[in-house]
């Protein structure tokens, strides 16, 4: 009973992708036909070869990438620092400091949209990849910290000490003896910066604008007018957005789980 209800509940989270997926693959008379067809021999990779080689499609992919890897490096190398002192260092108001970075993370991005737009293009960064990095640091970083705050504390602090005596620098352990054994929550950290600067749409159409330099959630709007949405076009592009995070998921997914359940065993 438990299986089925698991398969059940799979099913129902896969058939919105699958169907997504069926209909970037049926041609167009098909797709507002009812009942649905599910002819298999007309499917056909069609809208594929358009979103790919006759659509700005490539270059948004590409500022993706761009702007997603810089910021995710960013932002889990600051906050791994950042999450190393907190947990061995000792002083006043350190308490305070962590339960800022938490609601600092908690705090809706929406209400901020606008004061960090304003500060970025005093900055001069407006319509730059730059600037938007800044803004996903801003709200990745907070998290980042205080995850990797809590998986710091659960390594052992002796081979620290092990390190200082045989005269390794705070610089020589962290970059040799903390960071190989935090490899599970720095993974952990890197998905969810990545993801998160991937799919998110607010900042990258306020930042960017409307220029060529658009993230892919921003340029899917490319298939949508005024009174017609390209469908087809816009399934066939969706089903090509998901395959780096699905990718990087089939990678890593063992490092994942480990750093998502580091520290809810007490040896």
């Known amino acids: 009973a438990a299986y089925s209800c698991c398969a059940l509940f799979a099913a129902f989270a896969l058939a919105p992708l699958l169907w ?25 990779p069609h809208y594929y070869e358009k979103v790919l080689f006759s659509s700005p499609f490539p270059q948004f992919l590409a500022n993706s990438l761009i702007v997603s ?13 950042a999450g190393w002192s907190l947990a061995r260092a000792r002083f006043r108001g350190q308490w305070l400091i962590l339960n800022a970075v938490l609601l600092a993370y908690l705090f ?14 005093k900055l001069g ?13 801003t709200f990745t970083f907070p998290f980042s910290t ?16 092990a390190g200082r005596m045989d005269g390794a620098s705070n610089l020589t352990i962290f970059r040799k003896l903390v960071l190989p054994l935090a490899a599970p929550g720095i993974v952990t950290v890197a998905i969810f910066s990545f993801i998160n600067a991937w799919n998110e749409f607010l900042y990258g159409l306020v930042i960017l604008g409307g220029g060529e330099k658009r993230t ?14 390209q469908w087809g076009e816009m399934m066939a592009a969706t089903s090509l957005t998901m395959l780096p995070t699905l990718i990087l998921f089939l990678f890593i997914q063992r490092r994942l789980v480990g750093g ?5 065993v007490k040896s």
């Open 216 to 229: 892919l959630p921003v340029g899917l709007y490319n298939f949508v007018g005024g009174e017609f949405a």
């Open 20 to 44: 997504m997926i069926f209909s970037s693959l049926k041609p167009y008379e098909e797709l507002y036909s009812f009942p649905p067809s599910f002819n298999l021999s007309t499917l056909g």
């Open 108 to 121: 809706p991005q929406a209400l901020i949209v606008l004061p960090l737009f304003t500060a970025i293009a």
């Open 260 to 264: 998502l359940t580091a520290g809810a």
């Open 125 to 137: 960064l407006a319509n730059s990849y730059l600037g938007l990095i800044l803004a996903y640091v």
């Open 69 to 81: 890897v810089v910021s995710t490096l960013v932002s889990v190398l600051f906050a791994a620092m």
């Open 146 to 161: 205080w995850m990797l705050t809590a998986y710091f504390a659960k390594v052992p602090i002796e081979i620290e000490e």
